[in-house]
């Protein structure tokens, strides 16, 4: 967890990750995220620049030629996030990439497109508070981390 556990402790005490982990919203998703590290390192290579999505944009592209751009775009915008279902995030993905997705949370295609299906849209939202995706991308994987530091802070 090295590098998770550096941006999270930094930032959490001992009983407020513990309390991270039951809430809602931003905490609860936050609190997935620390009790599954392997799903933030998932996350960061899906919206990391230097990922091999070609981060932000690129996942914004995915989705356009899957005819739901719409969908990411509430997440970024400023008004509700839709929701999508992990059987509209592999077709989104595809089915390879989904695969080694699932390989690296140790877990089946299924269950792996649910996690992500819970958490990326939350987690989209909060890395756009303008409502509008940067233009440079979210940055590089170090980069994410460091945002992610500054969501816990303002908990």
Known sequence: MGLLDSVLGSVLGGQQAADATQGGGLAG????LLSNPQLLQVITGLLAN????GGL???????QQAGLGDV?????????NQPISGNQLTAVLGSDVMADLAASLGTDTGAAAGQLSQVLPGLIDQLTP???APQEGLGS????????GGLLARR
């Open 130 to 132: 303008s409502g509008a």
């Open 50 to 53: 230097d990922g091999a999505q």
């Open 72 to 80: 990411l775009g509430s997440w970024v915008g400023s008004g509700p």
């Open 141 to 148: 994987g170090g980069e994410l981390m460091g945002m992610l």
């Open 57 to 63: 944009g690129g996942l914004m592209g995915k989705f």
């Open 29 to 32: 998703m936050l609190g997935t």
